[in-house]
């Protein structure tokens, strides 16, 4: 009976903490997605609130090269968008200025902010990349030998896959007669995964390691980046896959685009899982060091 009673405890503790570890989950993934539509309509409302049509469509078109994942040098963005080359290209910024015909500050605002994000892209995959100097005076990262800094990302979410629930499936024959037993019985185990949160803090990465800092638990963890296997890119998240250990997911927390008052023309673009994978491809090419002139 005894035996029983631990059984139905140890049950009871794996369900209580297999719906926490899903509740948080989900809480999270659907706080973060109720911010991303408030951002997204926040950025509608300042396209539809310029009076140019054709300033309207280059922003339109702008935010749909940015959205598809795309990168492109800068003065490229205006000619895909539809800008003539002559003009692009001439660098004279009033002719551009005049040709583009934003009349709302706040659209030409948004409208370069989608440029700059995207020949950011193009710049991480194909310009040598930036060293961050004074890793420790800035971060308190302590590198090692022959170990630079090349990003950080704040406000990051870290998941990590853990066994919630272990199944076991009995086969078998078994058969008693008076004191005898005999039969044989085998047995097949099913592990149940699912990511739970670990912590939120900053994600640093360098040509060596991802190192994650929490900042609400304490939480810490390395991964070396010789060890990742395989990535699956998602909208606002990258999971790590590595051998013989934890799939690990970091998810960038959304700015809040759609809380900033109208006269505030500072935007920002959550972009972290294209230019977090553009910088592992880099250092897993041993390109890092190279410009694209240089291939």
Do not use: W
């Not at 800068?74 to 002559?86: A, Q, R, S």
């Not at 406000?155 to 037993?181: A, D, H, P, W």
């Amino acid at each position: 009976m005894e035996i029983y009673i631990a059984v139905a405890a140890i049950i009871l503790v794996v369900i209580l903490f297999t719906a926490t570890s899903k509740s948080q989950v989900e809480k999270i993934d659907k706080t973060e997605m109720d911010e991303r539509n408030k951002n997204e309509f926040k950025f509608f409302q300042v396209i539809n609130a310029e009076p140019s049509e054709q300033a309207r469509d280059f922003l339109k078109k702008a935010k749909e090269l940015f959205d598809s994942g795309e990168c492109l040098e800068f003065l490229d963005v205006y000619v895909k968008i539809g800008v003539p080359e002559h003009i692009a290209y001439s660098k004279d910024a009033d002719l551009i200025k005049e040709h583009l015909g934003f009349e709302s500050e706040q659209a030409e605002h948004l409208f370069g902010t989608y440029c700059l994000a995207i020949s950011a892209r193009y710049d991480l995959q194909n310009s040598k990349l930036r060293v961050i100097d004074d890793a420790f005076d800035k971060h308190k990262l302590i590198l090692k030998k022959g170990e630079v800094l090349y990003s950080v990302f704040y406000n990051m979410y870290c998941f990590q896959e853990k066994t919630i629930m272990r199944n076991i499936t009995y086969t078998g024959l078994r058969y008693r007669s008076g004191l005898l037993r005999a039969g044989n019985l085998s047995y097949a185990t099913n592990d149940i995964k699912s990511f739970v949160v670990e912590d939120y803090g900053t994600v640093f990465l360098t040509n060596k390691r991802i190192v994650f800092v929490g900042k609400q638990k304490n939480f810490s963890l390395t991964i070396a980046i010789s060890s990742i296997r395989d990535y699956y890119l998602y909208k606002d998240s990258v999971l790590l896959h590595m051998d013989n250990k934890k799939n690990v997911t970091f998810k960038e927390a959304q700015y809040n685009n759609h809380t900033q008052p109208d006269d505030d023309y500072c935007f920002i673009l959550n972009d972290f899982p294209i230019q977090f994978i553009s910088i592992i491809g880099r250092i897993a090419n041993q390109t890092e060091n190279l410009s694209i002139s240089e291939l």
